[in-house]
């Protein structure tokens, strides 16, 4: 019975990791900060091991006695202090490395973003060699490029890199809340026809790519997009979701250079004022709602086997029956 490290095991998506590799015959250590959540993952196939990614001889000691380690854990926000990013995206990542290199471990799974890819342009398929040497569009993705280039230094350690998009579904605390909120305060910012294409995730796939990722023998030293394979327009996920949550939908229509001008503007009063909290809409929000972004995933369905388990709309009738019980 293989033996996995899962860290950052307490938040969205490691809940699903935890619960995908502990099905299929896998040893699970559980790595997180929150114990009330960790010690509910506890079963006779989970151990909860509480630690922070700041801390280097946390992750020494949760290696410890590990064949395999999923990293999926990660400050995941879109606005914050580049030194929050950088001790937990970068050195975190560093410190797992340095401790697999340690533990001769035999195989790292690293969840990336494809937020790296984003920009104010239209990209459709994009391809895992699109990647982007820089993006400073929020210090987000630069941690996450950042923490992609620490790879080539540890050629001893067998890694994977996956970019997973969109992740939604039960338990989702960003995506669908922040959609929610907006559509019952303002209503949902419309940009032309809404008919940019956007790709989504449903966690549960993306824990079944980890799953293969850790089997496929061939995948080492790749990185893999990681999407449903189904493109849909922005309206129509919208409408999917709010109908089925019984919401009235409201469109505010925007034009595009006014609402680049507010992300622009609030940015910069929030930098120079020193603001807590995140601005209402920030550049990469602006470049979501404005421009088509959808990935070529047909690299992950190669080489790992990797089919889409959940559709997209399986997925937001899950949310919402789900959503409705609370």
């Given at each position: 019975?293989k033996?996995?490290?899962?860290?950052?095991?307490?938040?969205f998506?490691?809940?699903?990791?935890?619960e995908?590799?502990?099905q299929?015959?896998?040893?699970?250590r559980?790595?997180?900060?929150?114990?009330?959540?960790?010690?509910?993952l506890?079963?006779?196939?989970?151990a909860?091991?509480q630690?922070?990614?700041?801390?280097?001889?946390d992750?020494?000691?949760?290696?410890?006695?590990?064949?395999?380690?999923?990293h999926?854990?990660?400050?995941s926000?879109v606005?914050g202090?580049?030194e929050?990013?950088?001790?937990?995206?970068?050195?975190?990542?560093k410190?797992?490395l340095?401790?697999c290199?340690?533990?001769?471990i035999?195989?790292?799974?690293?969840?990336s973003?494809?937020?790296?890819?984003?920009?104010p342009?239209d990209?459709?398929?994009?391809?895992?060699?699109?990647?982007p040497?820089?993006?400073n569009?929020?210090?987000?993705?630069?941690?996450?490029?950042?923490s992609e280039?620490?790879?080539k230094d540890?050629?001893d350690v067998?890694?994977?890199?996956?970019?997973?998009r969109?992740?939604?579904?039960i338990?989702d605390?960003?995506?669908?809340p922040?959609?929610?909120?907006?559509?019952?305060k303002?209503?949902?910012?419309?940009?032309g026809d809404?008919?940019?294409?956007?790709?989504?995730?449903?966690?549960?796939?993306?824990?079944?790519?980890?799953?293969l990722a850790?089997?496929a023998?061939?995948?080492?030293?790749?990185?893999?997009?990681?999407t449903?394979?189904?493109?849909?327009?922005f309206k129509?996920?919208i409408?999917?979701?709010?109908?089925?949550?019984g919401y009235?939908i409201?469109y505010r229509k925007v034009?595009?250079?006014?609402?680049?001008?507010?992300?622009?503007s609030?940015?910069?009063l929030?930098?120079i004022l020193k603001?807590?909290?995140?601005?209402?809409?920030t550049?990469y929000?602006y470049?979501?709602l404005?421009y088509?972004?959808?990935?070529?995933?047909s690299?992950?369905?190669?080489?790992?086997?990797?089919r889409?388990?959940?559709?997209?709309?399986?997925?937001?009738?899950?949310y919402?029956?789900?959503y409705?019980?609370?």
């Amino acid at each position: 019975m293989k033996k996995v490290l899962v860290t950052g095991a307490t938040g969205f998506l490691g809940k699903y990791v935890v619960e995908e590799l502990s099905q299929y015959g896998y040893q699970v250590r559980a790595f997180g900060r929150n114990r009330k959540i960790g010690q509910s993952l506890e079963n006779s196939s989970v151990a909860f091991f509480q630690g922070d990614l700041t801390k280097q001889e946390d992750l020494t000691q949760a290696c410890q006695g590990m064949d395999i380690v999923v990293h999926a854990g990660a400050l995941s926000t879109v606005w914050g202090p580049w030194e929050d990013f950088y001790q937990t995206n970068v050195l975190g990542t560093k410190y797992v490395l340095d401790a697999c290199r340690e533990d001769g471990i035999q195989r790292l799974v690293y969840v990336s973003s494809p937020s790296i890819y984003a920009a104010p342009r239209d990209q459709i398929a994009i391809k895992e060699s699109d990647a982007p040497q820089e993006n400073n569009l929020n210090n987000y993705i630069r941690s996450k490029l950042a923490s992609e280039k620490l790879f080539k230094d540890y050629p001893d350690v067998p890694s994977i890199i996956l970019r997973p998009r969109g992740l939604f579904g039960i338990g989702d605390t960003s995506i669908l809340p922040r959609v929610l909120k907006l559509s019952q305060k303002i209503g949902i910012p419309l940009i032309g026809d809404g008919r940019q294409l956007m790709d989504m995730t449903c966690v549960e796939n993306v824990a079944l790519a980890i799953r293969l990722a850790l089997e496929a023998p061939q995948a080492s030293g790749e990185v893999y997009n990681i999407t449903n394979g189904e493109p849909r327009a922005f309206k129509d996920l919208i409408e999917e979701t709010l109908r089925g949550l019984g919401y009235p939908i409201t469109y505010r229509k925007v034009p595009a250079p006014l609402l680049s001008v507010i992300a622009s503007s609030l940015e910069f009063l929030y930098n120079i004022l020193k603001l807590k909290g995140e601005p209402a809409l920030t550049r990469y929000t602006y470049c979501l709602l404005r421009y088509s972004q959808t990935l070529d995933i047909s690299k992950a369905e190669r080489d790992l086997g990797y089919r889409p388990q959940i559709s997209i709309s399986e997925g937001i009738e899950q949310y919402v029956k789900d959503y409705r019980k609370h």
